[in-house]
């Protein structure tokens, strides 16, 4: 009796942190977004017993690599993010791309069990499941699951997504402009991508000026899918402001990065977004 009434608890819990993620996203596409990505990972199950397994002090470090940590998500923490994704999608319904992030530092057999569990949302993409450096690892997940797989903010130059692509060990290549090389080496990834079937999104939670290269670069590259916006709910200036409608922004070819150098940093105003991550 006592673990039936902790699962409906916990399912309550879980329904309404699903609901309000769900709203929260609801938001953005009243406001023109057509694209969306959340978190879903081992930070909402902390805390709840029986949901992960993890060596003593695992969970508390941020700084050892996936494949190393000995974290593993049970049954019953997959099937709680699997209603917490559920709700979320009763929310926002199946119209609109949602992606997912964050999922923590979980080896590839729980990221594949949780990547299975989790196909039936039809999903836009898994992101950073694993390290970028484990091509091999990012075959298998590929191979394992029905969701595209993601990943690329964390590389520098073209050379390290070669493995990548080359075993077409990700569906989606995701640089971010600012630390991948530039302008023209991310649109060389982008070209070095399509040549392999692999669309390009770009990572984007920099400045304005990385926000207006990046939105150069996408216009210039074939098989860019979307830009990763981090900052779209503080827009308090009109010149940014009107050059943005429906989730979209305009690609000025005259003076665009000068205007966003005079004006200064306070075009975007980096505050807190509750876990939602706009694109």
Same mark, same amino acid.
């Given at each position: 009796?006592?673990?039936?009434?902790?699962?409906?608890?916990?399912?309550?819990?879980?329904?309404?942190?699903?609901?309000?993620?769900?709203?929260?996203?609801?938001?953005?596409?009243?406001?023109?977004?057509?694209?969306?990505?959340?978190?879903?990972?081992?930070?909402?199950?902390?805390?709840?017993?029986?949901?992960?397994?993890?060596?003593?002090?695992?969970?508390?470090?941020?700084?050892?690599?996936?494949?190393?940590?000995?974290?593993?998500?049970?049954?019953?923490?997959?099937?709680?993010?699997?209603?917490?994704?559920?709700?979320?999608?009763?929310?926002?319904?199946?119209?609109?791309?949602?992606?997912?992030?964050?999922?923590?530092?979980?080896?590839?057999?729980?990221?594949?069990?949780?990547?299975?569990? *989790?196909?039936?949302?039809?999903?836009?993409? /898994?992101?950073?499941?694993?390290?970028?450096?484990?091509?091999?690892?990012?075959?298998?997940?590929?191979?394992?699951?029905?969701?595209?797989?993601?990943?690329?903010?964390?590389? /520098? *130059?073209?050379?390290?997504? *070669?493995? *990548?692509?080359?075993?077409?060990?990700?569906?989606?290549?995701?640089?971010?402009?600012?630390?991948?090389?530039?302008?023209?080496?991310?649109?060389?990834?982008?070209?070095?991508?399509?040549?392999?079937?692999?669309?390009?999104?770009?990572?984007?939670?920099?400045?304005?000026?990385?926000?207006?290269?990046?939105?150069?670069?996408?216009?210039?590259?074939?098989?860019?899918?979307?830009?990763?916006?981090?900052?779209?709910?503080?827009?308090?200036?009109?010149?940014?402001?009107?050059?943005?409608?429906?989730?979209?922004?305009?690609?000025?070819?005259?003076?665009?990065?000068?205007?966003?150098?005079?004006?200064?940093?306070?075009?975007?105003?980096?505050?807190?977004?509750?876990?939602?991550?706009?694109?």
């Amino acid at each position: 009796i006592r673990d039936a009434e902790e699962s409906r608890w916990l399912g309550d819990v879980y329904k309404r942190q699903g609901m309000e993620m769900g709203h929260r996203l609801k938001e953005r596409m009243d406001n023109g977004f057509g694209f969306l990505k959340m978190d879903v990972g081992i930070g909402l199950l902390r805390g709840i017993e029986g949901a992960l397994i993890a060596p003593p002090g695992m969970l508390e470090t941020h700084d050892i690599m996936h494949p190393f940590t000995g974290i593993q998500i049970t049954s019953k923490g997959i099937d709680l993010l699997c209603q917490y994704v559920a709700d979320v999608r009763e929310v926002i319904g199946y119209e609109v791309p949602l992606a997912v992030d964050h999922f923590g530092h979980i080896g590839v057999e729980s990221c594949i069990r949780l990547g299975k569990a *989790l196909d039936q949302f039809s999903l836009a993409w /898994y992101e950073d499941m694993i390290p970028w450096q484990f091509a091999d690892e990012w075959q298998r997940l590929a191979q394992a699951v029905d969701t595209p797989v993601c990943t690329g903010e964390d590389i /520098y *130059l073209k050379e390290d997504f *070669l493995p *990548l692509f080359e075993r077409r060990a990700i569906a989606v290549a995701h640089p971010d402009l600012a630390s991948s090389g530039g302008i023209l080496e991310t649109k060389k990834i982008g070209d070095l991508a399509q040549e392999h079937g692999i669309a390009m999104a770009l990572h984007m939670a920099m400045s304005p000026i990385a926000a207006l290269a990046s939105v150069h670069c996408a216009a210039a590259t074939q098989n860019f899918m979307v830009l990763e916006n981090h900052s779209v709910d503080q827009l308090e200036h009109a010149p940014c402001r009107g050059s943005r409608a429906a989730g979209q922004t305009t690609v000025h070819d005259t003076s665009g990065f000068q205007r966003i150098c005079l004006h200064g940093w306070n075009i975007f105003k980096m505050r807190n977004f509750a876990r939602v991550c706009p694109i």
